[in-house]
């Protein structure tokens, strides 16, 4: 890292819940900060976490300002399994405790804020956390810096995880709907939407017990950084707003900037480009395998399956959605990995989907199933990829809507219900398959909602119009600008942001700003 760049400009320090979906993104952010300002970032996080995003990181100019810093961490003095420091490795069940267990990072924090300020003279400019870090507040106003919270979801689907949290609504009315504050009468929930933890949450659970203090710690923070864009959820910004009353900046979509732009970097003629030459992660075939089942198939007429890096459905859910994919005659890219109650990182038995199914399936070309792990986003970005069967996590959102591609929502855990609802009601881009891992979907439901979504006209047509227009204000949304008026939205924000954070220090004149 150029040090000179750190004490002569600023420094920005970056805390990251440990989930990959929470470290993709701020990587993302730091890679934006260290090219839209003049500050360097100091990324923070655990041993196992820091060598997974060294492994993603290149060691060309993208990553140059970013400087990696290890928090120290036994996963075995929070009751963990040994070497266990990140969610994709921990059955659900387990995943509280790793949220608790972060608490403990708080010290190692405050030494390396301590340390900066001594080195450089100065606090650092601010601390980026996770909204999960309620605690990180705290420790930045103490030692001099401004404390500023990154959502790694969208406005619309924080405000409801904050809310449903903070207020457990659901808790004082036996309605299967309730409202939820912040939102309008609308926009009401339903108890179908909740995941079993939020469901059965009582103030006393040990995910209450986190998020109850972590997420009302966090409202405290100087502002608000988002990963989503303005224009693709004016309500989730407007509400989140008027809930939060903080300044909050709308910085994303944080996809690569190849995939933003114009025209898809990975069309049928140029297979050989991947975009994830560096994703840390075995893949369960190669890139190019699935690069090439794409493009023996038709524009847009390729259904994509995938439940993010944590997620999986239950063992007789998985044999319908077989059957439903085979009986629909539509091409499919599927990553599967071991229903629930099972290793989710085991052996994939052949008997959990109908008999013959994979040799079928290669024989008529219909289907290509990878274990485990695919290229997401060389998948996204292909042209004959034409809708995501997605759990609906947010960076997969925001992967498949910056490449146009309308989503066959299934809300499996997290915030995804309400990134869900608001994908169906508010931008017409999504169509929910089913919810949840206790849902008894049949193949039969998931062959008709398949031929919807997959349909030129119609529905289909109407959701991939929808889902290009999004892809449209997400481009716009990052567009370079010599001036403000030129300029997108996520990249005033930015400019927005760091006005904010060096305040008045500087008499106004900014002149890395436009
Ligand atoms: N991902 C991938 N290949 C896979 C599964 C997931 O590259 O086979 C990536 C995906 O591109 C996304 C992230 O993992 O960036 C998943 O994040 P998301 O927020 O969608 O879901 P989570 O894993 O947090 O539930």
Redo the contacts with the bound molecule.
């Keep these: 890292m150029d040090d000179s760049k750190s004490q002569s400009h600023g420094h920005i320090v970056m805390l990251p819940f440990m989930?990959?979906?929470?470290l993709?993104p701020f990587l993302a952010l730091a890679r934006r900060i260290c090219r839209q300002t003049p500050f360097a970032v100091t990324l923070a996080t655990t041993t196992l976490n820091l060598r997974y995003l060294r492994s993603t990181m290149s060691l060309d100019d993208d990553d140059s300002g970013i400087r990696l810093h290890e928090l120290p961490f036994r996963s075995s003095d929070h009751g963990l399994p040994p070497d266990t420091e990140n969610s994709?490795n921990l059955p659900l069940s387990q995943i509280a405790t790793l949220l608790h267990s972060s608490v403990s990072l708080a010290a190692p924090v405050e030494c390396l804020i301590s340390n900066i300020t001594a080195e450089e003279g100065r606090p650092p400019l601010c601390v980026i956390s996770d909204a999960f870090f309620g605690w990180s507040v705290d420790v930045a106003r103490r030692l001099g810096t401004k404390s500023i919270a990154f959502t790694?979801g969208g406005a619309y689907g924080t405000l409801a995880y904050l809310s449903m949290w903070l207020h457990l609504p659901h808790r004082s009315t036996d309605a299967e709907e309730f409202s939820v504050p912040g939102f309008p009468e609308r926009c009401r929930l339903h108890r179908s939407q909740l995941h079993r933890f939020i469901r059965e949450a009582d103030a006393t659970d040990q995910w209450s017990k986190f998020f109850q203090v972590q997420l009302k710690l966090i409202l405290a923070s100087d502002g608000w950084l988002c990963n989503s864009v303005e224009e693709i959820e004016p309500l989730g910004f407007d509400l989140l707003r008027k809930y939060l009353k903080l300044p909050i900046w709308a910085i994303g979509p944080l996809v690569p900037p190849d995939m933003l732009q114009k025209s898809s970097p990975i069309s049928p003629n140029s297979k050989s480009k991947s975009l994830?030459k560096h994703?840390g992660?075995a893949f369960?075939v190669s890139p190019e395998k699935c690069l090439d089942f794409l493009s023996s198939h038709n524009p847009n007429s390729v259904l994509y399956i995938?439940?993010?890096?944590?997620?999986t459905v239950s063992p007789s859910q998985m044999m319908q959605l077989a059957i439903g994919l085979e009986s629909s005659g539509k091409p499919f890219l599927w990553?599967i990995r071991p229903p629930l109650g099972f290793d989710i990182k085991g052996e994939f038995q052949p008997g959990w989907l109908p008999p013959g199914f994979e040799d079928r399936l290669t024989r008529s070309k219909q289907g290509l199933l990878?274990r485990?792990?695919?290229?997401?986003?060389d998948i996204?970005s292909h042209s004959s990829t034409g809708a995501f069967l997605?759990?609906?996590?947010?960076?997969?959102?925001m992967?498949s809507l910056s490449q146009g591609v309308p989503i066959m929502g299934w809300p499996l855990?997290?915030e995804?219900a309400y990134n869900a609802k608001m994908m169906v009601e508010e931008m017409g881009v999504c169509v929910e398959l089913t919810r949840g891992v206790e849902s008894q979907i049949e193949a039969e439901e998931v062959k008709r909602v398949i031929e919807t979504v997959m349909e030129e006209e119609g529905k289909g047509g109407e959701m991939r119009q929808r889902a290009t227009a999004v892809m449209e204000q997400m481009r716009q949304a990052v567009k370079e600008g010599s001036d403000d008026d030129d300029k997108g939205s996520s990249l005033k924000a930015i400019d927005e942001f760091v006005r904010t954070i060096l305040g008045d220090s500087t008499n106004g004149t900014f002149p890395f700003l436009q």
């Design positions: 989930a990959h979906g929470h993709i994709e790694t994830q994703t992660k369960g995938s439940f993010g890096s944590q997620n990553v990878v485990n792990w695919a290229p997401q986003l996204l997605s759990h609906c996590g947010w960076n997969s959102t992967e855990a997290a995804q």
